[in-house]
């Protein structure tokens, strides 16, 4: 389908060389909850439009990354970038522009139960983005058809199943058209009947749009498929790092062998 927006990318799949940019960079950040270290000095960088999936056991630090590229929290040391502007330490005006660049979906959908799937989508790009009605309509019709819920659009949240909400959910954070999309565990919240179909339209953006994704997910099977690049974490650093044949196959770190063999 077409989506008519910028994120569509004509070279994707072709196999044309795309210039690389680097769209995230994290330098030197640490979190500490009270004594607790979460993330420890962490370094690392995502290009525009590929694919990274973070893994490693539960208390690593995973989720708190994204926190802090949607500015849900702040680090205590390092250096936060998003495009070459940075977003930490940065002004708070600065802040809320970058911001506007960044979408995430979590792992409770946190729709707007008051209001229709269709209202859920328009809002933020109506209220946030000064978009005309009428053209956020249009998009939200686009995002809705790309998700599998054209027939749901006037429904309110309340009466979807979760996958369902959750395919709404992402619908809504692609609305705002950012560069990166962050997924917390999207699938964890979900009877196991319905994780495939969020999944699956999740494979579908990644391939068909040029959109930066950064993703936290114990679907090993879907990590492996999407991602351009795999970040095991343990104790708040990324500890080994590679193409997903690397990591699944022939991960070079202990950890790593323990938790995979654990988990798949
Ligand atoms: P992961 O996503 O890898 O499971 P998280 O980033 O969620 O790990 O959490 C890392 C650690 O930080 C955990 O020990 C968690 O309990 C702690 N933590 C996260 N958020 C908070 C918070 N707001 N207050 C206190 N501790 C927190």
Redesign the pocket.
């Given at each position: 389908m077409s989506l008519d927006t910028h994120d569509i990318d004509p070279r994707r799949g072709t196999g044309a060389e795309r210039p690389t940019r680097e769209l995230v960079r994290l330098e030197q950040v640490s979190k500490r909850?009270?004594d607790?270290t979460?993330l420890d000095r962490l370094d690392f960088s995502v290009d525009a439009g590929k694919h990274v999936t973070l893994i490693?056991?539960?208390?690593?630090?995973?989720?708190?990354?994204l926190?802090l590229l949607m500015t849900l929290?702040k680090p205590d040391e390092g250096t936060i970038t998003v495009d070459g502007r940075t977003l930490y330490p940065a002004p708070e005006k600065q802040v809320r522009e970058i911001r506007k660049n960044i979408g995430m979906v979590f792992q409770q959908f946190n729709l707007f139960p008051n209001m229709s799937v269709l209202r859920n989508i328009t809002e933020a790009p109506v209220t946030v983005l000064g978009m005309s009605k009428d053209a956020a309509e249009e998009r939200a019709r686009e995002l809705l058809e790309l998700v599998g819920l054209s027939e749901h659009l006037d429904k309110h949240p309340g009466r979807l199943s979760g996958g369902q909400q959750q395919r709404v959910a992402i619908a809504r954070a692609l609305a705002m058209r950012p560069q990166v999309l962050l997924l917390d565990e999207v699938t964890s919240a979900l009877d196991p009947e319905l994780v495939a179909g969020v999944l699956d339209v999740l494979r579908d953006i990644a391939r068909s749009t040029d959109i930066t994704m950064l993703c936290?997910t114990h679907e090993m099977n879907f990590a492996r498929d999407i991602s351009d690049q795999v970040l095991m974490?343990d104790s708040g650093r990324v500890i080994e790092a590679g193409p997903p044949e690397k990591i699944f196959s022939e991960p070079e770190h202990d950890r790593t062998r323990e938790f995979l063999s654990a988990v798949l």
């Open positions: 909850f009270g607790r979460v490693g056991p539960s208390g690593s630090g995973k989720t708190t990354i926190r929290t936290v974490f």
